[in-house]
């Protein structure tokens, strides 16, 4: 059996996300970047004291209020050159020295290690906590962290390194970020370079290439995110997700297995959703139904979301369902027989690849 893809031209989330930033200045307003690692001795430190070099060579007013007790030299040679504001004693530790940044009120702040815990009688609870506030009060915020630390990734992590920890961030302070870049070094060696870590190379490649793809996905989800809040906010009905998510919409007659498998594949691939969906005609049978909904019942079962569609008017309700889930592929099953077919033939067909603006309509057609 093969496929045809219609294509529908679509914008890319990133020049959309361009143009979210271009029309709306950073200067006078709280900003969070976060710069992810997915491993420890990626460099992480390095790029955000590198990055506050720079801004400071182009005239910025930039400010270290936190770094790791212990840098790597290249960091540590642009440490030296670089205003630090020594952490404030609270009690048996040390913590953010939050009010004075807020007084200082610099152009930018940069914060290493935000899954610290502050120790009792401090401002905030947490580090990441500081540095929300800092950026509430309009400052421009640039922190480190390693995937391992956030509170959701951390048992999945765990599970690969070996490794447990107790201070995390929550996804949704990383998901908050109005910028997030992955602080990304080949997997080729172990980032550790302790005795230990330089045995079993190939195990720690694994490891490194595992996390990795969990940074990566995590960085997909909080641009999807960022880019939901813009078109929200600007009131764009039009849904441009940075993960595929596709829509099988399955008929009595169709030869669904095919479609449903290929969507999988796809969206295993881009870390992607399915979901899998029918049209309630009128006229279907009990046969008709039993069979459709067995096909849910399967497509369920390998993970996909399903749904039975109602209406007037099929192309209608399946366009509606497609950008209430942000759909970008819709797969279309081909039979002559079927009732659903039969609406979308002809200019109602055509109807459907003209209003799906931002989705990729894919057709399958069944043998005969």
Excluded at 95 to 102: G, H, K, N
Aim: hydrophobic share 40%; aromatic share 6%.
């Amino acid at each position: 059996m093969k496929s045809t893809l219609i294509h529908d031209y679509r914008r890319r989330p990133e020049d959309l996300l361009r143009e979210a930033h271009a029309a709306d200045p950073l200067s006078n307003k709280g900003y969070l970047k976060i710069l992810l690692g997915y491993a420890s001795g990626v460099g992480k430190s390095f790029r955000m004291l590198d990055e506050a070099r720079r801004r400071r060579e182009r005239g910025q007013d930039v400010v270290v209020g936190a770094i790791q007790p212990q840098v790597p030299p290249d960091a540590e040679a642009i440490l030296r050159h670089l205003e630090v504001i020594p952490l404030k004693d609270v009690g048996n530790g040390t913590a953010l020295d939050v009010e004075r940044l807020i007084n200082r009120h610099p152009d930018a702040c940069f914060i290493d290690g935000l899954a610290y815990d502050n120790p009792p009688g401090s401002r905030n609870a947490t580090r990441w906590q500081d540095a929300r506030e800092l950026v509430q009060a309009g400052i421009k915020v640039i922190a480190s962290i390693n995937i391992q630390y956030v509170t959701e990734l951390r048992d999945q992590v765990e599970a690969i390194t070996g490794k447990k920890v107790k201070q995390t961030v929550p996804i949704s302070f990383i998901e908050s970020a109005d910028e997030i870049e992955i602080v990304d070094a080949p997997a080729i060696e172990p980032l550790e370079r302790s005795p230990a870590e330089q045995t079993g190379l190939k195990k720690r490649q694994q490891e490194l290439s595992r996390l990795r793809e969990m940074a990566l996905i995590l960085t997909a989800d909080v641009v999807d995110h960022q880019l939901s809040n813009y078109l929200e906010a600007h009131g764009i009905n039009q849904y441009f997700g940075t993960q595929e998510r596709i829509l099988v919409c399955i008929t009595p007659t169709t030869e669904s297995e095919e479609m449903i498998e290929t969507a999988q594949l796809v969206a295993r691939r881009f870390h992607g959703e399915l979901f899998v969906t029918y049209f309630n005609e009128p006229d279907f049978s009990e046969v008709d139904r039993a069979v459709l909904d067995k096909k849910l019942g399967l497509a369920a079962s390998s993970g996909a979301q399903t749904k039975i569609l109602e209406g007037t008017e099929a192309t209608q309700a399946i366009l509606e369902f497609a950008r209430s889930c942000g759909i970008t592929q819709l797969f279309i099953g081909h039979s002559r027989d079927s009732g659903l077919w039969s609406k979308l033939r002809g200019n109602t067909m055509n109807k459907l690849i003209q209003n799906s603006h931002g989705i990729d309509v894919r057709i399958f057609p069944t043998k005969q």
